[in-house]
């Protein structure tokens, strides 16, 4: 199992991003995903989850109407277009398997190397 992510980088705040991770080791198709985060000094947070058939997505409160998590079957993809971006945004990214949560059956427990964000001016 491997995920890879990228697309990050330094974003003024009201700018955007988009992240992309693409996946292997598993049938991609068959999996809810997420994006988590991790900031500095802080616990990793769930960010955005979608289902495996991307009908169903959801985020946390503090980034709900700025973020938009969606996938590309095609790819082993999964994508978080980040708009109006806030320097409380600033964090480490990362992809994973699960719906809501880490499925550790499939991760075995492994991350990739995330992609830094970090929103300043």
């Known amino acids: 199992v491997q995920f890879v992510e990228s697309g990050g980088g330094w974003v003024q705040p009201g700018g955007s991003l988009k992240l992309s991770c693409v996946v292997s080791?598993?049938?991609?198709?068959?999996?809810?995903m997420s994006w988590y985060r991790q900031a500095p000094g802080k616990e990793r947070e769930l960010v955005a989850t979608?289902?495996?058939?991307?009908?169903?997505?959801e985020y946390a409160d503090s980034v709900k109407g700025r973020f938009t998590i969606s996938r590309n079957q095609a790819k082993n993809a999964v994508y978080l277009q980040m708009d109006s971006l806030k320097p409380e945004d600033t964090a480490v990214y990362y992809c994973?398997?699960?719906?809501?949560?880490?499925?550790?059956?499939?991760?075995?427990?492994?991350w990739g190397q995330g992609t830094q964000v970090t929103v300043s001016s």
């Open positions: 994973n398997v699960g719906w809501k949560e880490v499925l550790h059956s499939i991760s075995g427990g492994r």
């Open positions: 080791g598993f049938t991609f198709s068959r999996f809810g």
């Open positions: 979608i289902t495996s058939g991307g009908a169903t997505k």
